[in-house]
């Protein structure tokens, strides 16, 4: 089992530029949940996805999207790079609010 | 209170000392609190899940209680050892399953 997936791990994007950050999981996790990471903020909940087929927004939705495609992939797009949206992403999963989030690598993500 | 708090920011700990750290989080509505170890470098890792008032968790020398109440959960770590220097992040759930982390408490043990 992989656990939960994302790809790419390191990204640098020039300003203006649109991306995708895909999030998979293997472990039948029914909600999701994509997170950036800054310095001093721990983690600020960008989107999530209680369940297949609904999305909600988090703290810091502006500038993103996100996409249910299924149950196991979870992806969040920046439709126009900024600088502001260098972060450390993270993807994480869980099977109820009543256990333990799984994580993804992070990706590393600049904007010049 | 309307997000999660935790307190302090950092602490500095002497290798064999005990200390705790604190997450406050909003008393209404309340369905789980998480608390989570995040090595630098690394990704964010379960310590425990708490979901009843007067719940408490320990996991080695780590331990965690839990005041819905109120609204706060204390961890403690016993003994401190340089592999406990970590940052501890809490998370409060609603019933939406919107979980919302703390800025963390970064530990430093000190050999």
């Not at chain 1, 530029?17 to 895909?22: E, F, G, V």
């Not at chain 2, 369905?31 to 310590?47: G, Q």
């Not at chain 2, 719940?55 to 770590?77: F, Q, V």
Request: hydrophobic share 30%.
């Amino acid at each position: 089992n992989a656990g939960v997936t994302q790809t790419p791990k390191f990204q640098v994007l020039k300003t203006g530029q649109s991306m995708t950050l895909q999030c998979a999981q293997d472990m039948n996790h029914n909600s999701m949940y994509w997170y950036r990471q800054d310095p001093g903020m721990g983690l600020r909940l960008i989107y999530y996805s209680a369940s297949e087929g609904t999305t909600d927004k988090g703290e810091v939705p502006n500038g993103y999207n996100v996409s249910r495609l299924n149950k196991r992939e979870f992806s969040l797009r920046l439709e126009s790079a900024a600088p502001s949206q260098t972060s450390v992403y993270f993807c994480a999963g869980t099977g109820t609010g009543l256990s333990e989030a799984f994580f993804g690598q992070g990706t590393r993500l600049t904007v010049v | 209170i309307l997000n999660v708090e935790q307190s302090p920011q950092s602490l500095h700990v002497q290798e064999g000392d005990s200390t705790n750290f604190t997450c406050s989080f909003p008393s209404s509505n309340f369905y789980a609190l998480h608390w989570y170890r995040w090595e630098t470098a690394k990704s964010p890792e379960a310590l425990f899940v708490m979901t009843l008032n007067g719940d408490e968790k320990k996991k080695g020398r780590i331990s965690a209680t839990l005041n819905t109440k109120e609204g706060y959960s204390y961890l403690y770590i016993k003994g401190s050892q340089p592999e406990d220097s970590a940052t501890y992040l809490c998370a409060f759930i609603l019933g939406d399953y919107k979980l919302s982390f703390g800025a963390g408490t970064t530990v430093t043990v000190r050999a």
